[in-house]
């Protein structure tokens, strides 16, 4: 099974960025899609950024214009530019992989805390 540790987290003032890393223990070459999550405090978990096996990205709402999903395979390692950070952008961020087979998995988080 696939482990993955998120780096990268902090606290941040508004309109700072921050570059978060998710290593996996395991090639993600053969990964379906990697993704980056947030949660905040009494809100759903929401996708932030995804890129697919081929290499096609996608952003959610709140990410666009702003935040970059960008991989090294060579490091096995998916990362997260966060730009013009503002307060709601706090959360507690997760990276996932997709597999084969319908499978998942989830690293532990890295938390960003964007102050006023």
């Known amino acids: 099974q696939v482990q993955l540790v998120e780096s990268g987290g902090g606290v941040v003032q508004a309109g700072g960025s921050l570059r978060l890393s998710c290593v996996a223990s395991r090639s993600i070459s053969g990964a379906r899609s990697m993704a980056w999550y947030r949660q905040a405090p009494g809100n759903q978990r929401e996708m932030v950024a995804s890129?697919?096996?081929?290499?096609?990205?996608n952003y959610g709402d709140a990410a666009k214009g702003r935040f970059t999903i960008s991989r090294d395979n060579a490091k096995d390692t998916v990362y997260l530019q966060m730009n013009s950070l503002k307060p709601e952008d706090t959360a507690m961020y997760y990276c996932?992989?997709?597999?084969?087979?319908?499978?998942?998995?989830w690293g532990k988080g890295t938390l960003v805390t964007v102050s006023s």
């Open positions: 996932n992989l997709r597999g084969n087979f319908g499978i998942e998995y």
């Open positions: 890129i697919s096996g081929g290499g096609s990205t």
